[in-house]
């Protein structure tokens, strides 16, 4: 495990909170598989598919800034989305080199099928946590990540 590094001797090593948020991860990915996979999705297919739910018609690199994975990635998940009939490719107006990725109605089923499932997990994990502090605690991801990123506020 990873430890923070401490001056003072006499107190107990804690682990980083990198270690921590890592951990979570983790926890979150594992229950999010187990609760996708009846219905045929992993997380990240379930990732991209709700980018595309909140901004429809993204290019495959769009897509994979998102969803937090390589363009290479996103590439075979795109193609196994679109055999599977939850996503479909147009060209766009605008550049006819560039394909735009929308939901299809079989997408959009499938997610709001699975919303409750991810909606179960998210409870319980916040279950863990005063709902007084509910707030606090995404403002405060959403600075570190913010920290982190060129997204800050």
């Not at 937090?68 to 939850?86: A, D, I, K, S």
């Not at 179960?120 to 709902?131: D, K, T, Y």
Request: aromatic share 4%; with cysteine.
């Amino acid at each position: 495990m990873v430890r923070a590094v401490r001056d003072d001797p006499d107190v107990t090593d804690e682990p980083l909170t990198l270690y921590l948020v890592k951990r979570l991860e983790l926890a979150i990915r594992a229950r999010m598989d187990d609760a996708l996979r009846p219905h045929g999705l992993t997380t990240l297919q379930f990732t991209a598919l709700a980018a595309l739910r909140a901004r429809d018609g993204l290019s495959s690199a769009q897509l994979a800034r998102r969803s937090f994975v390589t363009p290479q990635t996103m590439n075979e998940m795109v193609q196994w989305l679109e055999r599977h009939g939850h996503i479909a490719r147009h060209r766009d107006p605008d550049n006819r080199r560039v394909l735009l990725i929308s939901l299809t109605p079989a997408g959009r089923d499938l997610l709001e099928r699975c919303d409750p499932l991810v909606g179960a997990i998210e409870a319980s994990m916040l279950g863990a946590v005063p709902a007084v502090q509910h707030a606090l605690f995404r403002q405060s991801l959403q600075l570190c990540y913010g920290a982190l990123t060129d997204e800050a506020p």
